[in-house]
Nanobody, 125 residues
Framework: QVQLVESGGGLVQAGGSLRLSCAAS????????MGWFRQAPGKEREFVAA?????????AFANSVKGRFTISRDNAKNTVYLQMNTLKPEDTAVYYC?????????????????WGQGTQVTVSS
């Protein structure tokens, strides 16, 4: 069982930045692919970014955040980060951290095994 706890959300003006953190329990953090998803009111949860298990160290981003968001992980701290720059009002959503045990990055939320409770990000115009 893996427990994920997100933090770092908040209210920011358009053009600003936030860094989300996701702390994971367990001793096998480095073997998980870690993903970030988001869900805006009235919309489906969508993929934002992912970082593969450490042995591969590859990343993927949704087109809507490419060039603005970066994802990183610190295996010593069992933590994955989402750095969000040049935020837009359309980035407003609850952001969720997720862990995937199977090999490879996936943008499908159904492929993730564990989820955090989410953290609210609100971008004002």
């Amino acid at each position: 069982q893996v427990q994920l706890v997100e933090s770092g959300g908040g209210l920011v003006q358009a053009g600003g930045s936030l860094r989300l953190s996701c702390a994971a329990s367990g001793r096998t953090f480095s073997s998980y692919t870690m993903g970030w998803f988001r869900q805006a009111p009235g919309k489906e949860r969508e993929f934002v970014a992912a970082f593969s298990r450490s042995a591969v160290a590859s990343t993927a981003f949704a087109n809507s955040v490419k060039g603005r968001f970066t994802i990183s992980r610190d295996n010593a701290k069992n933590t994955v980060y989402l750095q969000m720059n040049t935020l837009k009002p359309e980035d407003t959503a609850v952001y969720y951290c997720a862990a995937r045990m199977a090999y490879g990055i996936s943008q499908n939320l159904l492929d993730y095994d564990y989820w955090g409770q989410g953290t609210q990000v609100t971008v004002s115009s």
